[in-house]
């Protein structure tokens, strides 16, 4: 899920269930209108198994357009 906070409360602007592995390949996430806020949080619910030095969740960047 990716989230924005109105002053409130955490809306949902991205749900994804069961998103598969992109692997290395930037995922882009948009939404119209764009939101003004001061807060965005992600959150992963349900991550793989994997070997305990490779990643679970990897964010490189959030970018505001």
Do not use: C, H, M
Request: no cysteine; aromatic share 8%.
């Amino acid at each position: 899920q990716i989230q924005v906070w109105d002053g409130a409360r955490w809306i949902d602007r991205v749900v994804r269930t069961d998103y598969a592995n992109p692997g290395a390949t930037p995922q882009d996430f948009t939404w119209s209108p764009p939101d003004v806020t001061t807060k965005v949080r992600v959150l992963a619910t349900k991550l793989p198994r994997v070997d305990l030095a490779g990643p679970r969740l990897q964010l490189a960047e959030i970018v505001a357009r």
